[in-house]
């Protein structure tokens, strides 16, 4: 083999390095795919990751969060986090699973509106605080029989599974809900994406849930201000248009329908026989086949052929949107504005997906600058808001048109407040950072703000209205005293009662004469530069 | 309220002024008071009489329109100031009747008048708007224009009778008001009147003689003439039939002195028939002057973007599109330069005396 340079390795040799790798090795080595890629991130990461867990777990049990953060610095750069909830709790068996091995959860495999949706994150906060301190994770559960189930453990990166160090069952003590306590690496600050910021923002998305924090800066208390929670989100089966060839064949196989044709309508959203059959027609295979002897050739026909046909869309009414009334409550009890407007847009459809924008701006008062709070799913998006389609639907824009002075994005003192739920929303990456720009989101986005900047910009002309209105009648008043004074002395009239007159006519007639109109031609009067007549009289 | 006949009694019609507008709030109106618009756009060239008068248009000024309230108060102001100088039967000057109203609105950090020129376009809306004139409101500007020459001109107000030939170097100066009842004329020589627009030039005029040796009048406005000086034009021209030669600098800004003293004003268009002298005429200066009197070249002034531009509003009004007009302004366009009277002492000091006046007067090298 003339190709050949010394040193070549042969494939059997090189097979001698090649072996599998968990997923906890991965993560171990390529941390920043999750958002881990500096010490102040990794304190909210790890934030979010718990309370996004918890707010998950309450609503779904359809209990009230309550939500308790607290961090303290236990050395150099070196914290101690504790989030703690008063959700359901989980049960005993279960703990060392979903905190001791990534991708274990209980939402990966179905399409529901979550803020989590891949069983990684809380894991890979273990991960990350016993890879950069050792220090293990303490988790407290109870479901509320008295019993609280203690663990301290580690996850065992080479096999994803949890080591458990220290196991305990404590009586005496009612209550139901999860706490873990992190010891990790960190520095911690409070800017524009902070654990501190992102708690607030979390407090806006969530009105219905107490949340307190108390942090190396003091005690931040957010309280509940509406009662009653979101509706609750609906499972659905996904539709066939948002699938493509690898998960379809997975479907393919593991299915338990007897039929081809059984397969695509039980499996698949809103897919009925007529539709199965058609596929099946288009693709040339025959529908009352068993799914299993589907040869792999043919598995791509019928990826295809779906393509082909004319699907319904899926069902939309499985989301659950925040509704005007909470954004309305959220904004007002954090931001203390002046004026709010709110948009909610009907459900739409990306690649089979259903979901919904809804949008808020909250314009002054206490709020001094613009600002864009980005959220999926109700957990705010603080990273990469350049790449976030939420930024790129808000600079695409014309915000002049509704009277806002603006260079791409309005300098206004408001806040805009977007809100995007999804059964699946499309993340840019892994760490969940910024939402990707299908035309069908970036489209209803933009439809929601302009609503809402429409909403804004009606009530902003109101204001100027009645300030102009103020500042004409303080001009009305001001000159006419003096008027009534000259009447008084071209007419013999009493100055008194001429004023009262004027003050009359201003009071019932001001109304009318709103505009400057035509009574301005007269302005025009002044000397144009054609009538240099000049130096009469001087 | 624009009345056509010139009142008979101003102080009755500014009380009319007032007791409408006080009627229009007894029955809460809007006030307005309707005012004649003075600007190009209500003007006309009356082709007969050969004088700018007053259009139809009527503007409103109105109480409850923020643009206009304080001006419909000052307007009120100078209303009510007038009536009472006339119930005082004193005169005195726009400028005194401007300190007069001015003093500032109580609770309010505001001037009723910041300034003259907030008062002065006012007058001249009440006078036009009542059809009446500024002497009869008993108002007057600054003595402005001076005149020399053997006329006598006598002032039964101050029992005086003043000969212009004894005026010394500042010559008669001509009153703002300038009516037969307080100027008259007696014992008129002069064969001509010479309106110079420059008072460094009529210095010059009075220091040698030149009215006597030419047995005329000379006058000067000192630039643009005062409401006096053209009532006196017009009316030793009416009187005495005195012909009337304008004597300006070679430029747009000249040559409209002229038109003003020949046709009237745009902004006083109301009083064209008391102030407009149609059958003046335009002696000098004038761009081909350079050439017919040898002018030499760098006494010339070139010509700037606004010169050019008001050349060009000069060609626009209709009095002004006569044949030798028309020539005059589009040879100066041509050449691109304009001249002072001045320029003429470049030949010699008493050039403008001894020779530029004598023959243009004498060959009748006029523009119409």
């Known amino acids: 083999m003339a190709d050949q340079v010394a040193g070549v390795k042969s494939a059997e040799e090189l097979a001698k390095t090649q072996k599998g790798v968990s997923v906890s090795e991965f993560f171990e080595k390529n941390r920043h795919l999750l958002g881990y890629d500096n010490k102040i991130k990794a304190l909210l990461i790890i934030v979010k990751e718990g309370v996004d867990n918890a707010l998950d777990a309450c609503e779904e049990a359809r209990i009230l969060p309550d939500i308790y953060v607290k961090m303290e610095e236990v050395g150099t750069e070196k914290y101690k986090i504790v989030i703690r909830d008063n959700g359901p709790g989980i049960v005993k068996q279960n703990i060392p699973k979903v905190f001791g091995s990534l991708l274990y959860g209980s939402k990966f495999h179905r399409l529901r509106q979550n803020r989590g949706a891949q069983g990684l994150g809380i894991s890979c906060a273990v991960m990350y605080s016993q890879l950069t301190t050792g220090e293990p994770v303490e988790i407290l559960s109870s479901v509320g029989d008295g019993k609280t189930h203690r663990y301290k453990m580690k996850i065992d990166v080479k096999n994803n599974i949890a080591q458990v160090l220290e196991e305990e069952t404590l009586t005496g003590k009612e209550w139901h809900g999860v706490q873990i306590t992190f010891v990790c690496e960190g520095v911690y600050r409070e800017h524009k994406q902070s654990v501190l910021e992102y708690i607030k923002q979390t407090a806006i998305a969530n009105p219905f849930s107490n949340i307190v924090f108390e942090g190396p800066t003091g005690r931040f208390d957010f309280k509940r201000t509406v009662n009653e929670l979101p509706k609750e989100p609906k499972e659905i089966p996904p539709h066939i248009e948002g699938v493509e060839y690898g998960v379809f064949e997975r479907m393919l196989r593991a299915t338990s329908a007897r039929s081809v044709a059984s397969f695509l309508t039980t499996e698949f959203s809103r897919l009925g026989k007529t539709t199965a059959d058609e596929i099946c027609k288009v693709a040339g295979i025959d529908g009352k086949i068993s799914p299993r002897r589907v040869e792999d050739k043919d598995i791509g026909k019928l990826v295809q052929a779906t393509k082909q046909v004319k699907l319904i869309a899926p069902p939309t009414d499985v989301l659950s949107p925040l509704g005007d009334k909470l954004i309305e409550e959220g904004l007002k009890k954090e931001l203390n504005p002046e004026f709010i407007a709110t948009v909610s847009r009907s459900p739409a459809v990306y690649r089979g997906f259903p979901f919904q924008v809804e949008v808020g701006i909250a314009y002054g008062q206490s709020i001094t600058e613009f600002k864009i709070i980005r959220l999926a799913n109700r957990v705010p998006l603080l990273y990469q808001q350049g790449d976030c389609a939420i930024t790129k639907s808000s600079m695409e824009i014309d915000w002049k048109r509704y009277k806002f002075q603006s260079d791409k994005l309005p300098t206004e003192p408001m806040v805009l407040f977007v809100h995007i739920c999804s059964v699946w929303v499309p993340f840019t990456s892994e760490s969940k950072e910024a939402i990707a720009s299908y035309p069908e989101i970036m489209k209803e986005i933009k439809l929601a703000i302009q609503e809402a900047a429409r909403k804004v910009s009606l009530y902003l002309s109101g204001i100027r209205k009645a300030e102009y209105q103020a500042e004409r009648m303080k001009t009305f008043e001001k000159y006419a005293e003096e008027t009534a004074k000259a009447l008084e002395d071209l007419t013999g009239e009493n100055a008194k009662k001429i004023k009262q007159l004027i003050d009359k006519v201003v009071s019932e007639r001001s109304g009318e004469f709103q505009d400057m109109g035509e009574e301005d031609a007269e302005e025009k009067t002044k000397k144009t530069k054609d009538d240099e007549d000049g130096g009469e009289d001087e | ?368």
């Not at chain 2, 224009?145 to 029992?159: A, H, Q, Y």
């Not at chain 2, 010394?168 to 014992?187: H, K, L, M, N, W």
């Not at chain 2, 005029?205 to 000086?229: I, S, Y």
């Not at chain 2, 034009?233 to 005195?242: A, D, P, T, V, Y």
């Open chain 2, 1 to 368: 309220m624009v009345s056509k006949e010139r009142i008979k009694d101003p102080k009755e019609g500014l009380e009319n002024f007032g007791k409408d507008i006080v009627k229009q709030l007894e029955k809460i109106q809007n006030p307005d008071m309707s005012l004649p618009v003075r600007n190009l756009s209500n003007i006309y060239f009356d082709d007969k009489s050969k004088l700018i008068m007053l259009g139809d248009k009527v503007s409103h000024r109105t109480y409850l329109n923020v643009a206009h309230t304080r001006k419909f108060m000052q307007t009120v102001m100078v209303a009510s100031g007038c009536k009472k100088l006339i119930q005082q039967g004193v005169t005195t000057s726009i400028r005194d009747l401007f300190y007069n109203m001015k003093h500032t609105i109580p609770k309010y950090n505001e001037e009723t008048f910041e300034t003259q020129e907030e008062s002065d376009p006012l007058i001249e809306d009440i006078e036009a708007s009542l059809n009446t004139l500024r002497e009869n409101l008993h108002l007057h500007a600054e003595q402005k224009g001076s005149l020399v020459g053997p006329i006598t001109i006598r002032e039964p107000s101050f029992d005086t009778e003043n000969d212009c030939t004894k005026m010394g170097a500042s010559g008669y100066g001509i009153p703002s008001i300038c009516e037969p009842e307080t100027v008259q004329f007696r014992d008129c020589k002069a064969e001509f009147v010479l309106i110079v627009e420059k008072d460094a030039i009529w210095q010059r005029l009075n220091e040698d003689r030149f009215w006597k040796k030419h047995n005329c009048l000379v006058m000067t406005g000192k630039g643009q003439p005062d409401r006096g000086t053209r009532r006196m034009i017009n009316r030793l021209h009416n009187e005495l039939k005195l012909p009337i030669y304008v004597c300006a600098d070679a430029d747009v800004w000249g040559f409209y002195i002229y038109s003003v003293i020949k046709q009237g004003s745009i902004n006083l268009s109301f009083v064209s028939d008391r102030l407009g002298t149609p059958q003046a005429k335009y002696l000098g200066l004038t761009t081909q002057d350079v050439a017919k009197f040898s002018i030499p070249k760098n006494v010339t002034i070139k010509l700037n973007e606004g010169d050019k531009k008001r050349a060009q509003e000069l060609l626009n009004y209709v009095w002004f599109k006569k044949k030798d007009w028309e020539n005059e302004i589009k040879h100066m366009l041509q050449v691109g330069y304009k001249l002072e009277l001045e320029a003429l002492s470049s030949k010699d000091i008493r050039f403008i005396t001894e020779k530029y006046l004598p023959q243009k007067i004498k060959e009748e090298d006029f523009l119409p």
